[in-house]
Each structure stands twice: as C-alpha cells, then as structure tokens.
C-alpha cells in the first residue's frame, strides 16, 4: 500500500488518561529514538527492539524526571515505524514539560487515531481491525468487549477478504472474455461464479442480520418498561439498579419524564427506561411525558409491559395494542405485585403469545427469571464467539454488496452477457473492499480516525 507523506514526520502524545500515577508518551517515526536520545540520559542509537532502559530525563541541566524508555524498532511495532513509549510520573506539569521538549526537539503533536491511522498505512491492520481498536477501547460490557476484540483480530473481514479474492480471480477471467468478444468464448465457469456469488451473498446476508444484535450489544440494549400509572415501573427500575434512583409513589402520574439507567447481566450492558404510566390525562405536562414514554418504547430492542391487577382479557388486549410494538421488537408482559393478586389466569391467557413472567418489584420476588430472559432475548452471551456486525458503516455496505451479488446472480441465471456480469460483481468487489480498506478515500478515513482519542 502506498504510503502518503505525512510518515516522514515523527509524531508524540500523551496516551494515558490524567491523574494516574503513572504516564505514558508515545512517539511514532523515523526520527522517534533520535529524537528521544536527545533528552534522555542514555544512548540508543544502537539499542535493538522490544528493550527496556531506564534513566532521566532532562532539558538541558534541568532535570525532568527518572523514566523508563521502551523502544519498537520497524517493520515490527504497532505502526509498523520505529516507536518509542516513555514511562514518567503521571504529574500534568511533568507530561506537557517532556512533551513540549520532545516537540522542541523536532517531533509533531499527533492527530486523534493517527499511531492507528499509520498502522493502517503500513499494512499492520486492515481497516476494519483498525476501527474495532476504537470499539476496543469504548467497550463497557463483556458482550462488547468481545465483538470488539474478536473484530481486531480479524473477525468476518478476513472471511470476506478471502471470499473477495477468489471473486477477483473469476472478475479477470470475466474481463478477458471482453478482449476477446468477438470470439464467442467463455473463460470464467458460469456455475463456478454462480456457487461463488451465492456463497458470498449467504455470507453478507448473514453478517447483515447480525447487525439487529451487534449494534444493541455494542450500545447497550434499550429496554423500556411501560404501563399504566401506579403499575410499578419506578419499583421495578429502583429494584434492578440497586437504588432509589426514581421516584416512587401512590400518586398517578409521578414520573413525567423518562429516566435511564444501565446494568450488566451475563456480560450484556442493559439500557432500562421507566417511562410515564401510559393514560388518557387532560395535564399538559403529563401528557407530553407521556407522548415522550411512546417515543422510548417505539425505540426500544424491550418492551417490559407491567400489569400490577386482575385485568379482563379485553382490558389487557388493549393495552398491549396501545404499545404498537413491531416485528423487530420483543413484548415481555410482566404481572407485578404477585403477593396481592393471582395471577395465574392472565399468565394461562397470555403465554402461548408473550413471554410472561409473575414478579414482585417491592420484594424482588420472580426478578432473577426476569433476567435470564432478558438475555436469553437477545441471544448473545459473555462466552460466545460468533461474529456480528457492530458497525454502522460495514453494515451498509454489507447491504449494498448484497444488492449487486443478488442481480449478478440474476444476470448469470438469464445468461446475460460478460460486460454486464463483470459490472455487477465489480461493484460487489468495491463494497467489500470498503469494510477491510482495500478501497477507501481520504475522507474516509479521516471520519474514522477522528473518532479516536489523541495518543491511539
């Protein structure tokens, strides 16, 4: 890969949060330990990769700091230049003095992504590895962790590139029958590139699907718990969190706003909304609370409906049809307050359709099943490797891939000559090559790099 010119610059930053007791700078270059053994108390020079010196740091005769140095030396570090990580005191006035001296010295304070931007230039990751870094490090639960790290170390995008590269190999084939179009002959084997094409579509089509789950794991999954006033959605919330964190009270329509809050279960991060009770009210204020509760519940993955007495079957039908939810949702009716009522003809009566589960907010009672369902609803646990698609953009253009694979497929059915075939499945190879990096733009990349924290 052709690497651009910004690489003859040595860059530095800081790469560890303030406050720690411990710092750590990065610099990435071809002037990084030259630069370094400025400053530092001990030659370099000569110091081979993957070595650990100790000594001081100093700007001039002042001394700065005992620090440890470590040095990569190139093709075989992070970036794929020779790099150097310096280990100081966390002190702020200790960080920006060695980092404004390593920029005297003639190093450029680094970009946000741009140690991952270069390591992606030398051919350390490919694109899709190099954005799962990012994940990496926003990851706040198990579940998201995982994706993350089974992403960056390659994940479905070295399936794909593979499946990419036997396409390529049948394109050219595809290409040379248009050379030679006037002798009516054909190079690349119709059904080898048919099965090829199916195989690639199942393989886009499933990663595509995997999106729904990827992209609530990576999130948080929304959970909103819904119901009329005084159901005891406010207990529940307090219940599952652990504290008082909403207000609860015998007087209808408390809770005017929604309120969030997240918890980890079986390594899965849960984003639980208690929304207004859902009725019919004549106060301006409650109404628009409740008007924002139907919002949060359209956008929920969870519906949690909680019913707190013996409805009649049409009463809790109407309910349920209130809440509108879609295909792409999953109702959970929960009968609270199970100490007070039975609950065992509505939990006959509702079965065969919803998950239900009889619980007790105030006491806990029933809470325990309500979680393993909850995880069981989603389908993905702590210990589980299957790759899914986190990432908005490789899922767009999984979808866009799928559309082309789907008329070339068509057009090598009807026999639809090569020029028109090789366009189709020129454009597969485009979008397949965007999620790895081996097509890509400079705008591009600078929108992913920019999400990046300084020093990554």
Not at 75 to 80: C, K, L, Q, R
Not at 127 to 134: D, F
Request: aromatic share 4%; hydrophobic share 40%; glycine share 6%.
């Amino acid at each position: 890969m052709q690497i651009d010119t910004s690489q003859t610059t040595t860059i530095a930053a800081l790469a560890t949060g303030h406050g720690g007791a411990i710092a750590l700078l990065r610099l990435s270059g071809p002037d990084a330990v030259s630069i370094t053994e400025t400053i530092f108390s001990k030659p370099l020079a000569q110091a081979s990769g993957y070595t650990v010196h100790f000594g001081t740091i100093s700007d001039g005769e002042r001394l700065l700091d005992e620090v440890l140095v470590t040095l990569f030396r190139a093709p075989h570090s992070y970036t794929g230049e020779d790099m150097v990580e310096i280990s100081c005191h966390g002190s702020d006035y200790i960080v920006q003095e060695i980092l404004a001296l390593l920029i005297r010295r003639g190093a450029v304070p680094a970009a946000a992504g741009e140690f991952t931007r270069r390591a992606f230039l030398n051919g350390k990751l490919d694109l899709s590895q190099a954005e799962a870094v990012a994940d990496l490090i926003a990851s706040e639960s198990a579940s998201a962790h995982r994706i993350a790290l089974n992403q960056m170390r390659g994940g479905y995008a070295a399936k794909l590139t593979t499946l990419r590269a036997k396409l390529l190999h049948i394109t050219s084939l595809l290409e040379l029958e248009l050379d030679f179009s006037e002798e009516d002959v054909e190079f690349a084997d119709r059904s080898e590139l048919r099965c090829l094409l199916e195989e690639i579509l199942e393989r886009c089509q499933s990663l595509a699907a995997s999106f729904r789950t990827g992209n609530v794991l990576k999130n948080g999954v929304p959970v909103a718990i819904a119901g009329a006033p005084n159901a005891g959605k406010s207990t529940l919330l307090n219940r599952l969190i652990g504290e008082e964190r909403a207000i609860v009270s015998d007087i209808a329509g408390t809770t005017r706003d929604f309120i969030e809050e997240t918890i980890t279960l079986s390594g899965i991060r849960f984003r639980f909304i208690d929304t207004a009770g859902l009725r019919h009210t004549d106060d301006t204020v409650e109404a628009l609370g409740i008007e924002r509760a139907r919002e949060r519940i359209r956008r929920a993955r969870i519906v949690l409906l909680l019913i707190a007495e013996p409805l009649s079957q049409e009463a809790v039908e109407e309910q349920i049809q209130s809440l509108a939810v879609t295909d792409d949702q999953q109702l959970i009716v929960l009968l609270n307050k199970r100490d007070l009522w039975d609950t065992t003809p509505l939990e006959e009566y509702l079965q065969s359709r919803y998950p239900v589960v009889s619980i007790s907010a105030r006491s806990g009672d029933g809470l325990d099943s309500l979680k393993a369902l909850l995880v069981s609803t989603i389908g993905y646990g702590s210990d589980d490797d299957a790759l899914v698609v986190s990432n908005i953009r490789h899922y767009e253009a999984l979808i866009q891939a799928s559309e082309s694979l789907q008329r070339a497929i068509s057009a090598v059915h009807s026999g639809i000559s090569a020029d028109l075939v090789s366009e189709e499945v020129r454009q597969v190879l485009h979008h397949l090559g965007t999620i790895t990096g081996e097509i890509t733009t400079d705008e591009v990349l600078c929108s992913i790099f920019s999400k990046f924290c300084i020093g990554k």
